[in-house]
């Protein structure tokens, strides 16, 4: 097919509860829309990128500027036979996974809708359901957390993450442990806030049972992953630190880590994502889809992910209005019985953009050519 044209907007969506990370609060969330268009057909993906470089360097700016400067106009009026050719033609360029993610995710999206094909069964998706979690931000009171955590249980997800920075970690868990008992699947997000120093405390995490720790130091912390691996009783599991395969195995190699958070955003895009997905496969490694917080359109293409058969852990995929009030796609995210959630199988994402809602919230656009 050919790249006949490409439409990109920055949206501003209010999230229907703040969310608060290690590294801060965000209660607008920002995010790029880009659509790619052939043959009267369009296909859409979600560029998670953020107002401010904390999770990671890129951000709605940095990303709308290599978009448009240098990724879509290298596009443009090209033929190309299949998605993973897009992330051969960016593969020149250094860095910026989150907008070489929304391109392909633009592209396998409008493949599926050209092919009649759902992403999940582009990819080599093997369930029509998927097991989803929840993960909480950090709350003002304990017992806020604690409401937020009965609410969510009593909905059905099937794991609570709870966000942990230095202070609000062990007596966190140990309120969670005290109200809802062993048998509540629980882990933590740290977003890289803690030290190798920090080994000894964590240590105080080893009794409380956690299904894992994530990403407990600094994105390029490896080697110290490594080290605090070995001294935590609790499955460590990385998400910043890994930017593509290569990190995977050499994590995997290092014994930095026993479970992968999968984000395709986060890779450069769903073909990197798909690798990592093998390598863990062939050895044995269980991974799960991560979130960035996406609007419906980011979430379809998460859920497609998440149908892989390495994924045998709880995704961070929760429904539409857990998020935003007003969602950028239809039909809405929902859960299912039993903490499951449905994979899109309609050709493409399997969902339709809003367009009024998109147009509403949008804060600039442009269009090529
Ligand atoms: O570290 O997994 C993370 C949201 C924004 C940035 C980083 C992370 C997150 C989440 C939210 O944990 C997961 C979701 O989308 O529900
Ligand atoms: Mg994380």
Not at 69 to 93: D, I, M, N, Q, T
Not at 117 to 143: C, H, K, W, Y
Not at 291 to 296: F, R, V, Y
Request: hydrophobic share 45%; with cysteine.
């Amino acid at each position: 097919m050919r790249l006949e044209g490409f439409r990109l907007h920055e949206v501003e969506m209010p999230l229907a509860f703040p969310f608060e990370t290690s590294f801060g609060r965000e209660v607008l969330r920002r995010c790029l829309v880009l659509s790619v268009e052939s043959g009267g057909v369009q296909g859409h993906g979600e560029c998670v990128a953020a107002r401010e470089p904390l999770y990671s360097a890129e951000t709605t700016g940095t990303a709308w500027h290599v978009l448009t400067e240098f990724f879509l106009p290298a596009l443009l009026g090209v033929e190309v036979a299949s998605p993973e050719e897009v992330p051969r033609r960016l593969a020149g360029w250094r860095g910026h996974p989150m907008a070489k993610a929304a391109v392909e995710a633009a592209v396998w999206d409008l493949v599926g809708r050209l092919r009649g094909a759902s992403l999940s069964r582009l990819l080599g998706g093997t369930r029509p359901q998927v097991e989803v979690g929840v993960s909480l931000g950090l709350e003002p009171t304990l017992d806020a957390l604690l409401a937020r955590i009965e609410a969510y249980r009593g909905q059905g997800y099937r794991r609570i993450k709870v966000k942990v920075k230095p202070g609000w970690d062990l007596e966190v868990v140990s309120a969670i442990r005290a109200r809802f008992g062993v048998d509540l699947p629980l882990s933590v997000d740290a977003n890289g806030a803690y030290g190798l120093e920090d080994a000894a405390h964590l240590q105080g995490l080893d009794r409380h049972g956690l299904a894992m720790i994530e990403q407990p130091l600094a994105p390029d912390d490896l080697v110290d992953h490594a080290e605090l691996a070995r001294r935590l009783a609790t499955p460590i599991c990385l998400d910043e630190s890994i930017r593509h395969a290569q990190d995977a195995r050499q994590a995997l190699n290092l014994g930095a880590c026993r479970v992968i958070n999968i984000k395709a955003a986060r890779v450069g895009g769903l073909t990197e994502a798909l690798r990592i997905h093998d390598l863990c496969r062939a050895r044995g490694v269980p991974v799960w889809c991560g979130g960035m917080l996406e609007t419906g359109v980011g979430r379809a293409a998460n859920l497609a992910l998440a149908s892989l058969p390495g994924f045998v852990l709880p995704s961070d995929l929760s429904e539409s209005r857990r998020y935003y009030a007003e969602d950028l796609a239809t039909p809405p995210a929902t859960l299912g019985p039993g903490g499951r959630m449905v994979v899109p199988s309609g050709p493409g994402l399997g969902v339709e953009v809003r367009e009024e809602v998109l147009r509403a919230r949008s804060l600039r656009s442009t269009r090529l050519p």
